[in-house]
């Protein structure tokens, strides 16, 4: 029986998502008859291993053993980060710019069906942002009225002047928040990657320097609202990047 096991290495609700439409394709081409996901793979949160795959009817259950893991440091012309990742691990359906895959469905609830709202968290680089202060001025210079803010989760996120907070204590209480509103804004986070699955559209707001790669979705609009870097903000990035190349201290 040839069989694929994926080990997912980076623990966010995005860096799952990336993976989740493989397993069906993997079925489905034929490639392979049984896919595990590896113990070893790594979650910051255990709602993410039953939403993306316990949920799944194309994971055969999980396992001990270690298993394969590609992570893209590029895409090509008229392909986006999941195509990559397909063709990464030798399969390929014939189509380009897949969306995240998930099988749940959640209840909508209509307390929020009128609401505009924004997500400030992030934890992987969203651009050359520091503070909310770019964000906010693109939603006034747009004559968009934010209802709701998610409360902060941690220690990075661009909160704007919004005192009305919003705190999902569980990831299916958000999706049920995602397909909810009348509109969502958020960074290029997981809450993106997360609407995508749900076949959501929203708009996505980033900061000078932040790459392609992760503007996957072809439901979104994504939006540059420029950087507040100094001049010695810019600097300090140079030499983080530059002491990441040459001397191998691995990811900041």
């Excluded at 993976?19 to 790594?42: C, D, F, M, W």
């Excluded at 992987?124 to 693109?138: A, H, P």
């Excluded at 958020?186 to 707001?205: D, F, S, W």
């Excluded at 992760?214 to 439901?219: I, K, Q």
């Amino acid at each position: 029986m040839k069989r694929l096991i994926l080990e997912i290495r980076n623990g966010g609700l995005g860096d799952h998502l990336f993976y989740s439409h493989l397993p069906r394709i993997a079925k489905q081409t034929g490639i392979y008859e049984e896919v595990l996901i590896s113990n070893k793979s790594i979650f910051r949160n255990e709602d993410y291993k039953k939403l993306i795959w316990e949920m799944n009817p194309f994971i055969d259950g999980f396992t001990n053993d270690s298993g394969l893991y590609f992570y893209p440091d590029r895409i090509e012309a008229n392909e986006n980060l999941l195509d990559k990742m397909m063709l990464l691990y030798g399969m390929d359906d014939g189509k380009r710019m897949h969306e995240p895959e998930i099988y749940y469905q959640p209840i909508a609830e209509t307390k929020w069906q009128n609401s505009s709202i924004y997500d400030p968290n992030y934890i992987s680089y969203t651009g050359d942002l520091q503070r909310g202060e770019l964000i906010e001025n693109w939603f006034i210079e747009n004559k968009i009225t934010i209802d709701y803010q998610m409360k902060k989760l941690g220690k990075n996120y661009l909160s704007i002047n919004c005192e009305n907070l919003i705190d999902k204590t569980s990831l299916f209480e958000f999706c049920s928040l995602l397909i909810s509103c009348k509109r969502m804004y958020c960074l290029t986070t997981g809450t993106a990657t997360l609407a995508a699955a749900l076949k959501i559209p929203v708009t996505v707001l980033y900061g000078e320097g932040h790459l392609q790669l992760f503007r996957h979705s072809a439901l979104h609009k994504y939006v540059n609202v420029g950087t507040d870097y100094t001049l010695w903000d810019k600097i300090k990035k140079q030499l983080r990047l530059f002491l990441v190349k040459y001397i191998k201290l691995g990811p900041q």
